[in-house]
C-alpha cells in the first residue's frame, strides 16, 4: 500500500461545479497534512494546510478524518483558472522524524 | 523578492558526462530538500538538508551527490547520469522542518540522459 494514495483522474467538470478530491495515507501517526497546487510544467505551491477541525479559504475547504485516514479538498463555484494538479501531501513521521511524501496528484480540467 | 532559482532549466546530456544543477534559495530557509518527478509516480525526494553542511538521504538517493557549503546554496550533482535519472527535478526550501512550514519550489530543471 502507497503511504499517500490520490485518485489521479482526470475530473473534467464544468465551469461552476462543486468537486471534491480524497487522499488517503497509511501511517496513522501522521501529523502534519497539505494541499498543492501544480500547474502544466510549473512547481507545486501551496494551495492550503489542513488543520484537525477543517479550513476554508474561499471556495476552498479542507478536511482531515484521522480515523479513516484521509483528507479532503473540495473547491465550490469551479473557475477556469482552477485546472491543475493537485497534490496531497502528508508529514507520516516514521520513527518521530520528518518526512513529507507527496501523492501522485489529481488532475483537473474545468471545462467553459 | 523571495524565490528559488535552479539552473540551468533545461538539460539534454549523454550518459556518463558528470552534471551539476544549481540551486539557490533568498529567504534565508534553512531546510533544502531535492525531488524528481515522474509521471505516474508523484514527487520522490532525493536528498534534503537541514542546515549548512547537514545532509541526508531521501527516499531515492541513488546516482545523486549534493552539498551544502553556504545555507543559499544546494547543488545536485549526477556524476555519472544514467537514461533512468531523466526526469524533473525541484529544488525546494523552507523555513524550518519541512513537515510543518511551507515549502516553497524553485520552477523545475527538465533534464534528459541520452
Known amino acids: 500500500r502507497k503511504e499517500v494514495e490520490q485518485d489521479p483522474g482526470p475530473f473534467n467538470v464544468p465551469e461552476g461545479a462543486t468537486v471534491a478530491f480524497n487522499c488517503t495515507y497509511s501511517n496513522s501517526a501522521s501529523q502534519s497534512f497539505f494541499w498543492y497546487r501544480q500547474d502544466c510544467r510549473k512547481e507545486p505551491k501551496l494551495l492550503m494546510s489542513v488543520y484537525s477541525s477543517g479550513n476554508e479559504d474561499g471556495r476552498f475547504t479542507a478536511q482531515l478524518n484521522r480515523a479513516s485516514q484521509y483528507i479532503s479538498l473540495l473547491i465550490r463555484d469551479s473557475k477556469l483558472s482552477d485546472s491543475a494538479t493537485y497534490l496531497c501531501?502528508?508529514?507520516?513521521?516514521?520513527?518521530?522524524?520528518?518526512?513529507?511524501?507527496f501523492g501522485q496528484g489529481t488532475r483537473l480540467t474545468i471545462n467553459p | 523578492e523571495a524565490q528559488v532559482t535552479q539552473n540551468p532549466r533545461y538539460l539534454i546530456t549523454v550518459t556518463g558526462k558528470k552534471l551539476t544543477v544549481t540551486c539557490s534559495q533568498n529567504m534565508n530557509h534553512e531546510y533544502m530538500s531535492w525531488y524528481r518527478q515522474d509521471p505516474g509516480l508523484g514527487l520522490r525526494q532525493i536528498y534534503y538538508s537541514m542546515n549548512v553542511e547537514v545532509t541526508d538521504k531521501g527516499d531515492v538517493p541513488e546516482g545523486y551527490k549534493v552539498s551544502r557549503k553556504e545555507k543559499r546554496n544546494f547543488p545536485l550533482i549526477l556524476e555519472s547520469p544514467s537514461p533512468n535519472q531523466t526526469s524533473l527535478y525541484f529544488c525546494?526550501?523552507?523555513?524550518?522542518?519541512?513537515?510543518?512550514?511551507?515549502?516553497?519550489f524553485g520552477p523545475g530543471t527538465r533534464l534528459t540522459v541520452l
Open positions: 525546494a526550501s523552507s523555513s524550518g522542518l519541512a513537515g510543518i512550514y511551507e515549502q516553497f
Open positions: 501531501v502528508v508529514n507520516i513521521r516514521p520513527q518521530g522524524a520528518q518526512k513529507l511524501v
